[in-house]
C-alpha cells in the first residue's frame, strides 16, 4: 500500500504567533534540489465532494511562491491561471518559478505546479514596481452597493463556509463568511448577484507582510466556484454540504427539484486584478459581490469585485469553468 504523504517533509508545528491562513499557506524552500522551487508545507485541503484539492490553495501558493523571487518593493496587479488536472491531496506539489522578465516598472513570472511529473496548474503572473504611475494618474473605480453595512469585529458565524481548512466546524476553516444577501434571485440568472463578507480569521502577522494578505485574498477568491455532487458525499458531512449550497445562495435543495442536474462543474481558468494591493487587509472584513453575466455550451463566468470595509475597490475576479447538465439518456439506445 502506498503511504500517505501530503508533504515532503514533515510539517513543523503550527506557528501561534501567524494567523491560520499563513500557516495553511506555508511553502518550503526546496533550493537544494534548484532554484526557485518550492513546495507544500501541510496537507492542502479536498473540499467534500470535489474532485480534487481546493483551487484557491494552489492560487495562492503559486502567488506566494512568485512573491518570493520579486524585489521588495514590487507587487503583483495581475493574475491568471489555468486549472489542467484536479489536485491530489494524499501528493506534494512542486512550484517551479520562472523569471521571465525583469523591468524598471515590471516583471513577470510564471510558476507550474507540478504532481508526479505532471503539469496541474500553470499560471502567468505581472508585478509592478510600487509607486511606478507617476504623480498624476487617471483614476476612477468601481463603487461599493450603497447600504451595506460590515459585520461587527466581534461576530462568529456558526458556519464557516469560505473554503477550507478541513473539518466540520466553523473554527476549522481559516476564513470567517457572513452573508447578506442575493439579489435578483427571481429574475434572469444574469441579473442574479451574490454578496458577503469575508475575512483571515486571527490576524496575519507583521512578518507575512501584503504579500500575506495578498495570498489570503488570493485564497478566498476561489471560494465560490466549487462544485459538488451531493451523491458523492459521505453522509456525516452531507449537512454541512447542503449548508453551503445554501450558504453561497442557491437555496435549499428542495427548491431545486425539477430543474436540471449538474453533471459536471469543474474551474477552467482564474484571473485576479489586484487595483490596490498594499491596501489589501484580509484579516479585516471584505465585501465581495459575484455575477455571471453569460454561460452556454457548456461553460459558464463568474465576476467578482472585492472590496474593503470602506469602499475601496481592491480587486476584480474572472472564472470560466465547465457547467454540464447532465443529459438524458437517448431511448433509442439500446439496453442490457
Not at 494578505?213 to 458531512?237: Q, R
Amino acid at each position: 500500500m502506498t503511504e500517505h504523504r501530503p508533504t515532503l517533509v514533515k510539517p513543523p508545528p503550527l506557528d501561534s504567533t501567524k494567523a491560520q491562513i499563513e500557516n495553511a499557506l506555508e511553502l518550503t524552500d526546496l533550493s537544494v534540489i534548484g532554484p526557485d522551487i518550492f513546495t507544500n508545507t501541510r496537507e492542502l485541503w479536498h473540499p467534500p465532494g470535489a474532485r480534487g484539492i481546493y483551487g484557491g490553495a494552489v492560487i495562492a501558493q503559486t502567488l506566494a511562491a512568485a512573491q518570493r523571487t520579486v524585489p521588495a518593493d514590487f507587487v503583483v496587479h495581475s493574475y491568471h491561471c489555468y486549472f489542467v488536472l484536479a489536485g491530489d491531496s494524499s501528493t506534494p506539489i512542486l512550484y517551479h518559478v520562472e523569471r521571465v522578465r525583469e523591468g524598471r516598472s515590471f516583471c513577470t513570472r510564471t510558476v507550474q505546479a507540478r504532481q508526479r511529473g505532471q503539469a496541474i496548474f500553470t499560471v502567468t503572473m505581472s508585478f509592478t514596481r510600487d509607486g511606478s504611475g507617476g504623480s498624476v494618474q487617471v483614476r476612477h473605480a468601481a463603487a461599493m452597493p450603497a447600504g451595506v453595512t460590515a459585520p461587527p469585529d466581534d461576530y462568529d458565524e456558526e458556519f464557516g463556509g469560505g473554503g477550507g481548512g478541513g473539518g466540520g466546524n466553523s473554527s476549522s476553516s481559516p476564513f470567517q463568511t457572513y452573508r447578506i444577501e442575493v439579489t435578483g434571485r427571481d429574475g434572469p440568472a444574469e441579473g442574479k448577484k451574490t454578496r458577503h463578507w469575508v475575512r483571515a480569521r486571527g490576524r496575519i502577522s507583521e512578518e507575512g507582510g501584503h504579500q500575506a494578505h495578498l495570498s489570503a485574498l488570493a485564497y478566498v477568491s476561489d471560494s465560490h466556484f466549487i462544485g459538488t455532487d451531493l451523491g458523492k458525499v459521505p453522509e456525516h458531512i452531507r449537512s454541512r454540504v447542503v449548508a453551503l449550497n445554501e450558504w453561497e445562495g442557491q437555496g435549499p435543495i428542495e427548491e431545486m427539484e425539477g430543474q436540471p442536474s449538474i453533471g459536471m462543474m469543474v474551474s477552467l481558468d482564474h484571473t485576479i486584478y489586484f487595483h490596490n494591493p498594499k491596501k489589501v487587509r484580509a484579516d479585516e472584513w471584505m465585501f465581495t459581490e459575484m455575477e455571471s453575466p453569460w454561460s452556454g455550451d457548456g461553460r459558464g463566468v463568474v465576476i467578482q469585485r472585492l472590496f474593503s470595509k470602506d469602499g475601496t475597490l481592491l480587486a476584480t475576479c474572472f472564472q470560466e469553468g465547465v457547467v454540464r447538465i447532465k443529459q438524458k439518456e437517448d431511448a433509442r439506445q439500446s439496453k442490457l
